[in-house]
Structures are given as C-alpha cells and as structure tokens.
C-alpha cells in the first residue's frame, strides 16, 4: 500500500479506526485487526472475501402477475455470476414506503418461544461476491459462497468459522474452468478465530437504538457523510454482527421506509429457499449503477442483501444485468454458550 493511499485510509476511516496510531499493538493483534478491517469497511465481505465494489440486487418486475427471471450467460466468455432471484409484483395502491411500515408492525409483533433466551448471540450467513479470493486467488470461473459463523458474548469475547461452500456451476465451460484453475476452495479448511474477553472488534459494541431517528443518526455514526447508501451499508454491518430483537428491527425497516428512492420490487424466495418481499435502491456511489435490495420476511425479519449491476459493468467482465454479491441472513439466534473448541 503506498503512502497515498494509508492517508487516504486514514482521512476516510480514522474516526473507525479500531486501534489508535500510537497503541502499542503485537504482530497477532495487527493480522487480527487487518482480517476486521477487511471484513468491515463498506462493502465488506469476509476474512478471504474481497469486494471489488458494491450494488445491491434484485430483478425489477414491471409487468403484473408475471415474473421475470434473467438466467445465467452459460457461455463461459463471463465471470461466473448467480442468476438474478425472481420477483412477482401485483400492481396496487400501496406505497411502497408504506409496505416497509407495515412489516415494521410485524416485527414487533413478533413473540420469541424461548422464555430465557441464552446470552450469546449467533449468527449464520452465506454470502458471495464476484471478487472472492480462497486460498489467496480470486475466483472467476464459478460461484463459491462462503458459510459464517458467530457467536458473540456479553463479555466482548467471540468465535468465527468461516466454510467454503460447494462450487456453484451454470455451464460446463465454468466447470471446466474452475477444475484447470485448480479447483480453488475444493479443499480449503474452515477458518477458525478466537477471541478472548473485550478482544472481538465490533463495529456495534451497543445495542441500537429503537427510535428511527436516534438508530439513524447512530448508523451514520461509523460512515463518512453520506446519503442513502452509507444508511444502507451500515444496515446490512449491523445485520451480520448483531442479532436484532423484534423492535430493533421494526426501527431499522422503519429507517429504510424514510430513505428517498426505496422501492418495492415483488414477492420472491430468497437463496435460502425462502419467501419474502424485495425492497431496493439504486446508487452509482460505487462507480458503477447498482441496484442494492433487501429481502424482509412477512414477519419483519431479513432474509437477505443483494447488489446488482443494472446498466453497465464497467471494466468488469460480466453480463448486464449481474448479481455480484449476495448475502443470505440464515440465523439470527440467542444461545447459551460459544461453543468448545
């Protein structure tokens, strides 16, 4: 990294800045805080998991009853990239700021069946992007998601597993490209990190806010200034690394519903095989249009966060439209304890 861009870093990220300058810090602590770094700036994606840059996702559905589905190039001249999810709209005279209130409703709705909940939060996400390394190459000729695993204590302390996925393949010619490539991830072992007590670094050590505005303004605390989109990516932080009760996550539907521009997409069933309702914005803040969708469930939970690339792709060597990142929010649970090693 040259000089330039640490400066940069620092300008733009030093309010964030998890370990001041001037903090004596061990060789372990500062892969630790790289790995964090890498995991947690905008568009972020998990320790081997690079972003090249963001969008979020979905197939716009115009036409009533009828769903539209943008099937994969098969080709082989592309990177390898998922096929858009399927979204089915009905044309009605609901807004679409007002669908997002009413699964705000919901939510708060929503009892929990555990009577004591354990005091360990867990989470389990899939995600992908177009930019994914494994084993230190970036992989083009297919699909790899990656499984995430974290368990986090009241006391600071937590575990992550990070698992490669199944290769994810839509034409003979990826397959065959992903095995000449050396099938990368094939045989990769999980990844496992441990932290001590008051050693995880959390973007979100509070709770959030339950009020629309204080959960606003305490989301943009960890962005530099921005619009729609830095409310956006720090949604989707807080969604992969705190497990949200059913009023913390009417306020955070309820701070999308007042985001200029959101738009209700369709019903669809997200890549965990379920059902839910896309709502989307669109943004060039990457540098390239992109559409950023996320899919909540009847009952106020989010399933899932996908970008998209809607009108162009740059120098990227991908079809228009493309899905280049999807994550999928499997569980989002209380527990007893972080499991043994």
Request: net charge negative.
């Given at each position: 990294m040259t000089d330039k861009e640490i400066r940069e870093l620092r300008a733009r990220w030093g309010s964030s800045n998890p370990v001041p300058s001037d903090a004596p810090v061990s060789d372990q602590a500062r892969e630790e805080i790289l790995r964090r770094i890498l995991t947690t700036t905008r568009h972020r994606r998990?320790?081997?998991?690079?972003?090249?840059?963001?969008?979020?996702?979905?197939a716009s559905v115009v036409v009533p009853v009828v769903a539209v589905v943008l099937g994969?190039?098969?080709?082989?001249?592309?990177?390898?990239?998922?096929?858009p999810l399927r979204y089915q709209s009905i044309p009605d005279d609901i807004?679409?700021?007002?669908?997002?209130?009413?699964?705000?409703?919901?939510?708060?709705?929503?009892?929990?069946?555990?009577?004591?909940?354990?005091?360990?939060?867990?989470?389990?996400?899939?995600?992908?992007?177009?930019?994914?390394?494994?084993d230190g190459r970036q992989?083009?000729?297919?699909?790899?998601?990656a499984q995430r695993e974290l368990?986090?204590?009241?006391?600071?302390?937590?575990?992550?597993?990070?698992?490669?996925?199944?290769?994810?393949?839509?034409?003979?010619?990826?397959?065959?490209?992903?095995?000449?490539?050396?099938?990368?991830?094939?045989n990769t072992p999980p990844d496992v990190t441990d932290y001590p007590p008051g050693s995880y670094p959390a973007i979100w050590p509070d709770r959030p806010p339950t009020d629309p505005v204080d959960l606003t303004r305490w989301l943009l605390s960890t962005r530099p200034p921005g619009g729609?989109?830095?409310?956006?990516?720090?949604?989707?932080?807080?969604?992969e690394e705190r497990v949200l009760t059913g009023t913390e996550r009417a306020a955070l539907i309820r701070v999308l519903a007042q985001q200029p521009g959101i738009r209700y997409e369709g019903e669809t069933v997200?890549?965990?095989?379920?059902?839910?309702?896309?709502?989307s914005v669109e943004s060039a803040d990457s540098g390239l249009p992109t559409r950023y969708t996320f899919i909540i469930s009847a009952r106020g939970r989010f399933l899932a966060y996908e970008q998209m690339l809607t009108e162009t792709a740059g120098r990227l060597n991908v079809p228009v439209p493309s899905v280049i990142s999807y994550t999928v929010y499997l569980t989002a649970a209380h527990v007893d304890a972080i499991p043994s090693a």
């Open positions: 998990w320790a081997r998991f690079w972003p090249i840059l963001a969008g979020v996702v979905a994969a190039t098969g080709t082989g001249k592309y990177a390898a990239t998922p096929p807004l679409d700021h007002e669908r997002l209130l009413d699964l705000a409703l919901a939510a708060e709705r929503e009892v929990t069946t555990q009577s004591a909940p354990g005091p360990v939060e867990y989470l389990k996400l899939v995600s992908w992007d177009l930019s994914s390394r494994i992989v083009t000729s297919a699909v790899v998601p368990w986090r204590a009241p006391d600071g302390s937590a575990r992550t597993v990070v698992r490669i996925q199944p290769p994810q393949f839509y034409s003979d010619d990826q397959r065959r490209a992903w095995h000449d490539d050396g099938s990368p991830g094939a729609v989109m830095a409310i956006v990516d720090a949604a989707n932080d807080l969604l997200d890549r965990g095989g379920r059902p839910g309702y896309g709502f």
